[in-house]
């Protein structure tokens, strides 16, 4: 789990190889890996970040910057944060339990969004 000024810095450094092995960077596929954190409302985000420094501890920080952690609105923002450092692909890591409304929240609220700012 990396923040996305971090998969910024991993970027240019596989461009920088790309250059020195005249390979296009085009060519590769830019995914990340993010932990789904996603709420449907402030104060279950508040309670999953909770739970999240208590399950990680002195980590959790670490982690939390490599999470989609929030509301929807601040899953839409953090997504595209990972678009605009050069992201192209993205995989969700799900850890049992989460809220059926947050899972809910992510399929009719952050897909949708995310596809039409993203084509």
Request: hydrophobic content about 40%; some cysteine.
């Amino acid at each position: 789990y990396i923040s996305p000024d971090a998969f910024r810095r991993l970027n240019g450094v596989l461009n920088e190889w790309c250059e020195k092995e005249s390979r296009d960077p085009a060519t590769i596929r830019r995914g990340i890996n993010l932990q789904f954190m996603v709420s449907a409302d402030v104060t279950t985000a508040n309670q999953m970040r909770d739970r999240l420094r208590e399950q990680w501890g002195d980590t959790a920080e670490g982690v939390m910057a490599g999470a989609l952690l929030g509301t929807p609105d601040q899953a839409v923002e953090r997504i595209g944060e990972y678009v605009d450092a050069g992201a192209n692909a993205l995989n969700i890591a799900l850890r049992a339990p989460w809220p059926a409304e947050s899972l809910d929240a992510w399929l009719d609220d952050v897909v949708p969004r995310v596809r039409v700012a993203h084509p």
